[in-house]
């Protein structure tokens, strides 16, 4: 995923800066910014703490135990929008 590479690119820029202190690098985000949040994360060593509030991108089969996709809805159901 291209989203990778920026946020490897995010902290190089971040701990290149003469206000950081060396040691602590803090990654958090809701949605989007969770799954961003979880694979930064998984990437870079430099990180010292993480939160991820709500991350889209997982729990894609819950259709299958009779409950709504999680967002953005990747794997197709056959489910029909309401419109009300």
Known sequence: MRFR???????????AQPEWNGRTV???GSSQGGAQALVAVGLDSRLTFFAAGV???????RFKAGR???WPKLIPT?????TT
């Open 68 to 70: 709504i996709n999680g």
């Open 78 to 82: 056959g489910e029909q929008p309401q």
């Open 26 to 28: 803090i990654v958090s």
């Open 5 to 15: 590479v920026h946020l490897v690119r995010a902290l190089d820029f971040l701990t």
């Open 55 to 61: 991350p889209a991108m997982g729990d894609h089969t």
